[in-house]
RNA sequence: GGCGGCAUAGCCAAGCGGUAAGGCAGGAGCCUGCAACGUUCCCAUCCCUCGUUCAAAUCGAGGUGCCGCCUCCA
């Protein structure tokens, strides 16, 4: 294929392809790129994990490209389902709220996650949702109904349905909403012209404590209206008050592609008369835990909390990173486990490296364009980095990226065994920056180890035989001391007792190992303690 | 009923017209008292059928089998 193999090019929903990315900005130098975020009426789940990780993983690549990024993820605080869920814990919607909030941003944390630059909620946007409300009106695009709700008026909008069927062709367009009415299962509310139209704004009993007030009054009834945002509403009020009237890139999970995104861009798009209201549209397939579609009512709803207590965030990444980001992606015990057995391997070998965190500041790159500079001139079989951006760059190609990024690290513990330090540590670098720019986290590198004294203490005494004053010993000490027990037993061909002593190190955690050069170490967590 | 996606080694999974990435698991050798670590090597012709093409895992048609969306959901 005779394509440019430059730039970086991703999958549009809006047209159903990969297409090059080419931001609004003239300068080409700004992006302003929005992702749904969660509504926190619960703990986050596997798909908010894998979502925001896809998502953190294109900021990410976008910065590096050198790219001027304004990363908003929204927060919905109002909506039904926390409002059931704060009555039934008799707690208030606002508490709750915030107190997953918190929760969420924990588990992003501790995802490795990087914040965007603003988390705008809900409900500091009611004005402003109003406001685009009574636009809407005013254009033709919305209508007040006698309850005094408001919807949108689909049918002002001819290119209704151009997300999720991929096309600007509104004849085909109408034929597809046509089927879809045919369709749809029903539930007809009150007043509505179309039962594709959909609410902008809900009413509720007057003075109700989870309302605000609205311009539209129940009809015969009072001249105060009363009510709560409709569901898509909030998107396109923030996007409006926080980046304006259009942005770059609008991401999320596939489930919003319908009714969500659809809906969302219905009224952006009627309210500010521009279009596109997001030139690109992403999203990221879904997940299944053991082959199953992850959901309540399957019970196999996994939290991002109860996953974390067995695989660490760099494990669930590298599980992630090895899938598409646009596949449906199955969390299974197998999958994960070989991807723990992975960033095991990986991060030992990393973490007997001993490089501490100044050092490796000190080789991280900053832009692509300092990459690019650094290995121009070098064939592709050497330009590493440069091979890996380029897989990147084609729709984020993780997978392919992860397998530059493992052969780079094979030639790197080849040119280290043979002694080629210089290109061992060019080697190195071309690793640890590939693994930044895909999010993995190195604070594992720079963790010590703490020795459980008491435990070496009684192995000690025991092997020793005799009263020690060991306690006043460091265990180091103790453990050159148990080392040399072991080689006296190994000298005189005692392969048992050498043995024992060995399985009671395993058995405390330690790992005791033979060099090829005659020396013994002790290991903990791959982090050598003492050489003998 | 409408729309869409996926089927690649034991498992996970890229590739999307030019003769099968990578990982995990497994096997063999070197190293070793043994082990671990390290290292070298090995390990698929791409669900089926028929087409298009000099060339197909990759395109078309038809099967078969999974899955999703159309309702709140990342």
Same mark, same amino acid.
Not at 203 to 209: G, H
């Given at each position: ?34 992702? /749904?975020? $969660? ?11 894998? /979502? ?35 009555? !039934? ?10 107190? *997953? ?35 809407? +009106? ?34 085909? %367009? ?15 509310? !009150? ?23 609205? $311009? ?18 909030? /998107?396109?009020?923030?996007?409006? @008050? ?8 609008? @991401? ?63 494990? +669930? ?16 015990? !197998? ?19 001993? +490089?501490?965190?100044?050092?490796? *500041? ?35 190609? &993780? ?10 690290? &094979? ?33 594992? %590198? ?28 460091? $265990? ?38 033979? *060099?090829?050069?005659? &020396? ?13």
């Amino acid at each position: 294929m005779a394509e440019q193999a430059n730039g970086l090019r991703l999958f549009n929903t809006l047209q159903g392809q990969v297409e090059p990315f080419a931001p609004l900005d003239p300068d080409g130098k700004r992006v302003n790129m929005y992702v /749904c975020g $969660p509504t926190v009426y619960d703990d986050a789940h596997l798909g908010h994990a894998r /979502c925001y990780i896809t998502w953190d993983v294109l900021y990410r690549f976008l910065t590096f490209l050198g790219y001027d990024v304004k990363y908003v993820r929204n927060v919905t605080d109002v909506d039904d389902k926390i409002l059931n869920r704060a009555k !039934e814990r008799g707690e208030t919607p606002a508490e709750l709220a915030e107190r *997953n909030y918190q929760s969420f941003t924990e588990d992003m944390a501790a995802l490795n996650v990087l914040p965007p630059d603003e988390e705008p909620r809900a409900t500091q946007y009611i004005r402003q949702m109003l406001d685009g409300i009574q636009v809407l +009106i005013a254009k033709g695009a919305a209508y007040a109904t006698p309850d005094g709700s408001v919807y949108f008026r689909v049918a002002a909008k001819p290119d209704y349905g151009k997300l999720k069927y991929a096309t600007q062709d509104t004849a085909l %367009l109408k034929k597809h909403l046509d089927d879809l009415k045919a369709g749809a299962r029903v539930e007809v509310e !009150e007043g509505k012209e179309s039962p594709l139209d959909f609410a902008l704004w809900k009413a509720v009993p007057l003075e109700d404590p989870n309302g605000w007030e609205s $311009p539209w009054p129940p009809t015969q009834e009072t001249s105060k209206g009363w009510g709560r945002p409709g569901w898509h509403m909030e /998107c396109s009020a923030m996007n409006h @008050a926080v980046f304006g009237e259009q942005i770059d890139i609008h @991401a999320g999970g596939a489930d919003l592609i319908f009714p969500h995104h659809e809906n969302e861009i219905a009224q952006s798009e009627a309210w500010t008369g521009q279009q596109p209201f997001s030139k690109y549209w992403l999203h990221n397939g879904f997940v299944n835990v053991s082959g199953e579609k992850m959901s309540k009512s399957l019970g196999n709803f996994s939290t991002i909390k109860k996953v974390l207590a067995r695989y660490d965030a760099n494990t +669930i990444r590298y599980f992630l990173l090895t899938n598409h980001y646009r596949m449906p992606v199955d969390f299974n015990d !197998e999958a994960l486990q070989a991807a723990e057995n992975w960033v095991d391997k990986t991060f030992g070998k990393l973490k007997k490296l001993n +490089i501490t965190r100044e050092e490796l *500041n000190k080789v991280l790159f900053k832009t692509a364009a300092e990459v690019k500079a650094l290995e121009q001139g070098l064939n592709l079989e050497d330009s590493h980095f440069s091979e890996f951006l380029h897989l990147m760059e084609v729709d984020l190609n &993780t997978a392919q990226g992860l397998a530059i990024l493992n052969r780079t690290f &094979t030639k790197m513990q080849l040119a280290n065994a043979q002694g080629d330090y210089a290109r061992a540590m060019e080697l190195f670098q071309r690793v640890v920056n590939m693994m930044n720019v895909l999010g993995f986290s190195f604070e594992s %590198l720079f963790e010590g180890v703490s020795l459980p004294a008491a435990e070496i203490h009684s192995l000690y005494a025991e092997l020793a035989g005799h009263q020690t004053n060991s306690a006043e010993q460091a $265990p180091e000490t103790m453990l050159e001391e148990i080392v040399t027990m072991r080689r006296e037993a190994k000298a005189s061909k005692n392969w048992a007792q050498a043995d024992a002593i060995r399985k009671q190190l395993t058995d405390i955690g330690l790992q005791i190992l033979d *060099n090829k050069d005659g &020396t013994t170490t002790v290991e903990k967590d791959g982090l050598e303690i003492v050489r003998v």
